[in-house]
């Protein structure tokens, strides 16, 4: 049981967390009657979404990935090399496999690091001392996705309300059954 | 073993009327040119198929491709003409241009609305026909045979009321349904299990094939069911609905081009794509002809019931078409030769006896069998054409519906199917039983008082020439039949 | 210019949108040549780049030259796969384009600039979806095109227009979540976003390709598309959406976005996870094969229960979707279902074009929207009738159609796969789909009530009475519809012919592509 505590829920939690967002996002997108609260919905939808990317680049201990040229950031890295134990998810390097909890985890790096050695070395960075960034440049994307289709919602459905004075999808669903149907 | 010549002839054969179409559109408030331009046509096909001729009879074979195929990826659209094509096209052509002489009488004389569409769509299903005996593979046949049925609905549904609406539903229905939840399925599968060939050229497709009796029965029964223009029972009922359009169009489309269209791809089919030899392996034959032999007796003794004339020659047709089935499915190289022939025999017949009919119901307005007592003397011709033609379809001398009939008879002999050839027979003495009482009933009763009119005479010109026409040369295919002997021998293996 | 074709393909229409969006507001006759203009280029560019694509192999183009697969860098790829497509899609908006020419002067006066810049976007989206080599750029690009139909849908006057873009932006919106979440796991196990580079990492790495995180990747972004493409029962948005907007957005939308959908599954398939790994290791190819049969059946059943000629026409394509995904999933061994899906994309893409187009005119020349409307319909407008007639024959699967030809390499996959149901399921779709349209032809020939036709040869005039539809003008009535409206629906037409006459070089491009698979996803040289 604890065990399971320990591997499961605690060092998943922020996982969890995403999936239980993501459940209830869902739920009332399809649940509810309102369509405002089928838009808070999406939202809660999509922010799970991007809780999950930003769990992925998450690294414990790591900086902010801004190159100096040359120039390696020493003092962090002793202290790090050792205490470092991947509780989340860690990427190796900036464009390797985050995937640190499997088990053949350093066989597949080891892999991945042979495709792009050549990179890492241009650079001289210690890829554990710096923060994936590309999740989060993907969520600001995604962000700005989110942004606009909420917007694009909100305007549908203040047309909606204009036209049928109501958000309630079941009372909107029972004017148009009654005939009249574009006034 | 065959030779063939590339030649544009058969693609301007089947082109001819096609051309005819806008032609007949541009004159459509000219009826004399719209019908010079029908004429016109039909001469041109006529006379391209028969230049053809003399190329088959050589023994050689006349290709065309559209679109080349790729090899293993798609399959071309290919025209090849043999002598089983040509005694089809020859048939199918000849008799279009008396039925468009047949046309003009029959539509004028009872002012009949929409005749630039209805002469459009004759031409272009005649365009079809050509198309369908000249493929040179499964999917051209496939593709012209689609086009065939679609064609011909406007034709059918031609009056525009209820009674076609449901006669047109019921040939769709039957005639697109079969093609497309039997025929596509069958067609697909031949092509996957023949390793992509469905040309007609060279050995059958499934000659090499390893097929066990339960997929050579399906396959053959797939095949025989969706190219239902054959009238195959329980797939038939398209016929006696289609009975609906104007009588020119049962005449020419339902008793010679349409249903011989069937016929002949269902020989295709046996020839071309299992090959005698298979079928003979797998005495899958067997099936389809108890079905052919089904078909035959049980449409005639429907078509003894039948008191619409026109319905009773749809039945008998039915049965007819099935003698070339059951003809072609015993294997037996005489069985198939006079199957072959008999396409020509019973469309020479056939036609006569449907353009009777109509000018009958152009003379008179009389539908029915029952109304037709004392008739022949005041339309004596009509009536004795008709004569003719029921001896040709019963397969009596002197006409030519008795050689391909003793063809077949002594090809289910040699084949040792005494059976099937007692349903030949007794198939004989029932064609008689509903045809010569309406021979006897025209000539020999004396017409109920009040039923005939003295305003009664003979039909227009137009209608009585070309029934004359088609009686005569049922005629003298007894006494000339060389050229459709020698064009069906080339079809038989080994010669 | 050459070698900058791939941006040519995607750039010509945004920047032709914002010069609409500069300049439209001033002067509504400005659009059009913008618009016209920006997808002729896109046209030339693509067709340069489907000949070069197939004369020396795939072209790898990198956003500003960012080449390495790090981050984000964009990389478009043009290769067998896609480059059809891409003409394909050009060629459709070029069309459309014209249609939209009447359209948008009477419907959208106000609106035409607004209406011309989510066009031109909605153009952007798709091209941007069929050329990209990325999967997160793949998202982007899908919310692109999908925000831009929500605004397309919601254009018209129709109140439940509205209500179903709504709807539909809901559906869709968590279809391109769930696809997120499914390239994030992706992410997660293989560190890249390039599809090339997750297919190389998955071939290399069989821990990784056997994981289960990979299995739950593909069944999101699977889960998502399909909503997407509106594959049964995720199809609930479609109908609404597409019958109730305005008729040039149904006639961009309709061919378009379910097609460009079904393409991404197939790129996902192939060009991601691999489609060993996806028919073998996964072995769901019956499961999926089956839920297509359902579609079908189900789409084939609900389209007939409708009156209203777009219902059917949105309920015939949730059926050729389940054609799709299912001649895709049939994982015989020589790649025939596959090579089928590929195709029919490109037929059915055509053949709803022009029933759409058809479905158009209809509404605004005869005022139809049901099918009883159509009375008389073959002398009232003979051109259009002969181009829906092509289209319908094409539905129904008549040769020489494109619409048969690709049933015709489907159900082949379907026999050497040995997926009966499948071939079964595709034969009673024809047949309703004969069903179907011989009902319209039925009524278009002899009209609601019988014996109405009876009478004398070409008389046109006693049919041009004013029908009850909301466009007044009786004189545009009973004749066939301006050239702008004629000339895409009858191109659309022929193309269904001559893609069906010229079946095989096009499937030998598209066998070709199957063939050399590995060329498709390889991983570039770096």
């Known amino acids: ?183 | 073993m065959e030779n063939s010549v590339t030649s544009f002839l058969p693609v301007l054969a089947c082109l001819a009327s096609l051309l005819a179409v806008p032609l007949i559109l541009i004159f459509r408030k000219e009826p004399v040119l719209r019908e010079a331009s029908t004429f016109l046509a039909g001469f041109a096909k006529f006379g391209f198929v028969v230049a053809m001729v003399p190329v088959i009879l050589s023994g050689k074979v006349i290709e065309y491709t559209f679109i080349e195929g790729i090899a293993g990826i798609s399959v071309p659209i290919k025209f090849r003409v043999d002598g089983l094509g040509m005694t089809f096209a020859l048939v199918a052509s000849s008799l279009w241009i008396v039925t468009s002489l047949y046309a003009i009488g029959y539509m004028r004389g009872l002012k009949e609305h929409s005749q630039t569409r209805f002469f459009s769509f004759f031409a272009l299903s005649l365009s079809a026909t050509l198309g369908v005996a000249f493929s040179g593979n499964l999917l051209t046949l496939y593709l012209f045979y689609e086009l065939l049925s679609l064609s011909t609905w406007p034709l059918v549904t031609h009056h525009q009321d209820k009674e076609a609406r449901g006669g047109g539903r019921t040939y769709l229905s039957h005639l697109l349904g079969t093609s497309v939840a039997f025929g596509i399925p069958a067609i697909i599968y031949t092509y996957v299990k023949s390793g992509g060939d469905l040309s007609f050229a060279g050995e059958a497709m499934l000659a090499d094939s390893e097929m066990s009796y339960l997929q050579g029965v399906v396959l053959l029964l797939a095949f025989a069911f969706g190219f239902s223009k054959a009238g195959l029972m329980p797939f038939h009922s398209w016929l006696p609905g289609a009975m609906v359009a104007p009588t020119p169009v049962s005449a020419l489309l339902h008793a010679v081009a349409v249903v011989k269209v069937g016929v002949f791809c269902v020989i295709r089919v046996i020839t071309g794509v299992f090959g005698t030899g298979l079928l003979e392996k797998l005495g899958a034959n067997l099936v389809l002809c108890w079905v052919a032999a089904f078909t035959v007796i049980t449409s005639s003794l429907i078509a003894m019931s039948q008191d619409n004339l026109k319905r009773r020659l749809a039945f008998s047709t039915i049965g007819q078409l099935s003698y070339i089935v059951l003809g072609v499915a015993l294997l037996a190289p005489y069985a198939v030769q006079g199957s072959m022939m008999h396409i020509a025999m019973h469309a020479f017949g056939k036609i006569t006896l449907f353009f009777c009919a109509g000018a009958i119901f152009v003379a008179t307005g009389k539908k029915y069998i029952s109304q037709l007592d004392g008739l022949g003397k005041v339309m004596p011709w009509t009536m004795g054409a008709f004569a003719i033609g029921a001896l040709s379809v019963t397969g009596l001398p002197p006409t030519g519906g008795l050689l391909s009939k003793i063809y077949m008879i002594r090809g289910a002999a040699d084949a040792q199917q005494y059976a099937l050839l007692a349903v030949y027979l007794i198939s004989s003495v029932l064609n008689g039983v509903y045809f010569f009482p309406i021979v006897y009933r025209a000539f020999f009763k004396s017409p109920a008082t009040g039923t005939l009119t003295t305003g009664i005479k003979e039909a227009p010109l137009a209608c009585v020439l070309p029934l004359t026409v088609t009686a005569v040369a049922s005629v003298l295919l007894f006494f000339f039949p060389g050229l459709l002997f020698d064009l069906t021998s080339l079809m038989l293996p080994g010669k | 210019m050459g070698d900058q074709l791939p941006a040519i393909i995607v750039l010509a229409p945004m920047f032709g949108a914002m010069f609409v969006a500069l300049l439209g507001n001033r002067d509504h006759r400005v659009c059009f040549p913008i618009v016209f203009a920006s997808l002729l280029i896109s046209l030339c560019a693509s067709i340069a780049a489907a000949q070069q694509v197939y004369t020396t192999g795939a072209i790898d183009y990198f956003m500003a030259g960012w080449e390495e697969p790090i981050g984000i860098g964009i990389h478009l790829r043009i290769d067998a796969l896609n480059a059809l497509l891409l003409v394909l899609i050009s060629v459709v908006v070029v069309l459309v384009s014209f249609f939209s020419i009447r359209r948008a002067g009477e419907q959208h006066t106000e609106k035409t600039p607004q209406f011309y810049v989510l066009y031109l976007l909605l153009c952007v989206g798709l091209l941007g979806i069929s050329i990209t080599g990325d999967a997160f750029n793949l998202f982007v690009l899908v919310e692109v095109s999908s925000l831009t139909s929500y605004g397309l849908v919601a254009m018209g006057s129709s109140r439940r227009g509205t209500h179903a873009a709504l709807n539909y932006l809901l559906m869709g919106t968590v279809g391109a979540s769930f696809y997120l979440v499914g390239v994030g796991y992706l992410y997660l196990m293989t560190g890249t976003l390039n599809m090339q580079d997750i297919h190389a990492i998955l071939q290399a790495n069989d821990a990784v390709s056997g994981s289960t995180a990979v299995i739950i990747a593909f069944l999101f972004i699977l889960l998502g598309i399909w909503i997407k493409m509106a594959f049964f029962p995720l199809h609930g948005w479609l109908p609404n959406a597409y019958s109730y907007c305005p008729s040039t957005s149904a006639c961009i939308l309709a061919p378009l976005m379910t097609k460009v959908s079904v393409y991404v599954m197939i790129r996902v398939m192939i060009g991601i996870f691999g489609v060993e790994w996806v028919f073998v290791h996964l072995g769901w190819s019956h499961l999926v094969v089956w839920l297509a049969v359902i579609a079908i059946l189900a789409g084939s059943m609900l389209a007939l229960a409708q009156r209203e000629i777009k219902k059917m026409l949105c309920y015939l394509i949730v059926v050729e979707v389940g054609y799709m995904v299912g001649g895709a999933w049939l994982s015989d061994p020589d790649h025939w279902g596959l090579t089928g899906s590929l195709y029919h994309i490109l037929a059915d893409a055509m053949m709803t074009l022009c029933l759409f187009l058809a479905a158009g005119i209809f509404a605004k020349r005869l005022g139809a929207v049901e099918i009883k409307d159509l009375e008389g319909l073959f002398k009232k407008m003979p051109l259009t009738s002969i181009a829906f007639v092509i289209a319908a024959l094409g539905m129904i699967g008549v040769p020489p159609t494109a619409g048969f030809y690709s049933k015709f390499y489907l159900i082949r996959g379907a026999i050497e796969g040995a997926h009966w149901e499948y071939v079964a399921a595709l034969l009673i779709s024809s047949l309703v789909n004969a069903v179907l349209f011989f009902r319209i032809f039925e009524i278009a020939f002899f009209g609601n009530k019988p014996a109405e036709g009876h009478g004398h040869d070409d008389h046109h005039e006693d049919e041009s009475e004013t029908q009850q539809g909301q466009v007044g003008d009786s004189t545009l009535l009973g004749r066939e519809p301006a050239w702008s409206a004629l000339f895409p629906l009858l191109t659309s037409a022929a193309i269904i012919i001559l893609l069906g006459l010229f079946n095989g070089p096009i499937v030998e491009l598209i066998r070709e592509s199957l063939e050399n698979l590995p060329s498709i996803v390889a991983t570039q040289a770096d």
């Open chain 1, 1 to 183: 049981m604890a065990d399971f505590f320990q591997n499961t829920l605690h060092d998943h939690f922020n996982y969890w967390v995403y999936v239980i967002l993501m459940m209830i996002g869902l739920w009332a997108v399809i649940a509810k009657n309102n369509f405002i609260k089928k838009l808070i919905g999406l939202s809660i939808f999509q922010t799970a979404i991007i809780l999950f990317y930003v769990s992925i680049g998450v690294k414990v201990d790591a900086s902010i990935p801004i190159l100096h040229h040359h120039e390696e950031p020493a003092a962090h890295a002793e202290g790090h090399d050792k205490g470092h134990k991947a509780d989340y998810a860690v990427g190796e390097k900036d464009d390797s496999a985050p995937a640190a909890h499997d088990n053949h985890d350093s066989h597949e790096s080891q892999e991945s690091h042979g495709d792009h050695d050549h990179h890492a070395d241009a650079h001289a960075v210690n890829p554990d001392l710096i923060a994936n960034p590309l999740p989060h440049v993907l969520m600001l994307t995604a962000i700005v996705v989110g942004v606009a289709t909420l917007g694009v919602a909100l305007a549908l459905s203040q047309r909606i309300y204009k036209e049928f004075g109501t958000l309630e999808e079941s009372e909107l669903l029972e004017q148009l059954k009654g005939g009249n149907v574009d006034g």
